[in-house]
């Protein structure tokens, strides 16, 4: 009976968990042996109670807090910082500087001073910078070598844009080749990467109504891939401006105002996903998703504008095999 039972403690089993991080809800699941799920989830919940210390704007005493009080001087930073700050500065140049790490005196001129729950919906409560900011268009001074970045004088960086989609990849990819997990799923906020060595057994992933968050208006199903879904209805505050959100265009430095009000990207790295679903609702559906075609080759896009329609830019073959039960207005098909 012992060795029975010894055996089927090592038979993968399906797991789950969800706890709050970085600001969003993170949910892992995955297939392991008994003996080693515990382990799993310590190490995920570690991981990103440690990412998030490091690369919080809320924290005095935080990585990124300290950059920015040094902004102006040479600091040396840690290697996680240095590949961020690294894929921040590619995106930037990627994009035509619409992903823009220095957005963080907007995004407080806008209302956003304090971690999102705390914030109050409805008050005319702000933190006003000036009456204006600055255009953040300057490329990150690092020095690789040296492991080193200067900010230009009185800017500031904020990294929420990009860190939680570089932590589920780095997370994820761990868990895959260290540990041999080959079944899993990790999203934080909406930044997603699943994979399945077993072709039959598929994730299935909710798509969102932009309209009624509380439904899904579908699902995407894939054995590994990448999904970032950004919204500009969804983190929203109101102040004496307005309703205000989350996502800066940094060309106007106050939250964009595009005709796209949800954009889910799916492809093979969530950082580029993540990326792209922010470019596009900042951009807008013309500008957006003309850069994009251009510079995202082998990503696909479901876009909501503020009209009510759907637009899908992808492939035909994927429509009923990995976008599922999901009405599109507007079929854009790719090559």
């Known amino acids: 009976m012992k060795t029975i039972l010894d055996k089927q403690r090592h038979i993968p089993s399906p797991y789950e968990i969800r706890f709050r991080a970085m600001n969003t809800w993170i949910e892992f699941k995955f297939y392991a042996a008994e003996s080693q799920a515990e382990e799993y989830i310590v190490l995920v919940k570690n991981w990103f109670e440690t990412i998030e210390h490091r690369f919080t704007r809320f924290q005095a005493d935080s990585e990124l807090s300290y950059l920015n009080r040094l902004s102006g001087e040479t600091c040396i930073v840690s290697d996680p910082m240095l590949e961020v700050l690294q894929l921040a500065e590619l995106y930037r140049i990627k994009t035509n500087d619409t992903f823009n790490p220095f957005v963080l005196k907007a995004l407080i001129r806008a209302g956003y001073s304090k971690s999102y729950e705390a914030l109050p ?135 964009s105002e595009s005709d796209i009000v949800q954009c889910t990207i799916i492809g093979k790295d969530p950082i580029e996903c993540e990326i792209w679903s922010k470019t596009l609702c900042i951009l807008g559906l013309e500008e957006g998703t003309k850069l994009f075609l251009e510079r995202a080759p082998g990503n696909e896009a479901l876009v909501f504008t503020k009209d009510r329609k759907s637009h899908f830019y992808g492939k035909q073959a994927s429509m009923g095999t990995i976008w599922k039960s999901i009405d599109i207005d507007e079929y854009h098909y790719l090559i």
């Not at 932590?167 to 399945?196: M, P, Q």
């Not at 060595?197 to 894939?222: F, H, R, S």
């Open 121 to 255: 919906r409805n008050s005319l409560e702000t933190n006003l910078i000036g009456e204006s900011c600055q255009n953040p268009f300057f490329p990150l001074a690092l020095n690789v070598r040296m492991k080193s970045v200067q900010l230009p004088s009185d800017t500031h960086l904020d990294l929420g844009g990009i860190v939680k989609s570089w932590a589920v990849k780095r997370i994820a990819t761990f868990l895959h080749d260290k540990h041999c997990v080959e079944r899993g799923l990790i999203n934080a906020g909406g930044d997603l990467l699943a994979w399945s060595t077993e072709a039959e057994k598929q994730w299935m992933i909710g798509v969102e109504d932009p309209w009624n968050p509380e439904k899904e208006l579908g699902y995407i199903a894939c054995n590994e891939l990448a999904v970032a879904t950004s919204s500009t209805l969804g983190r929203r505050w109101e102040n004496q401006h307005g309703v205000q959100h989350h996502l800066i265009d940094p060309r106007t430095m106050r939250p």
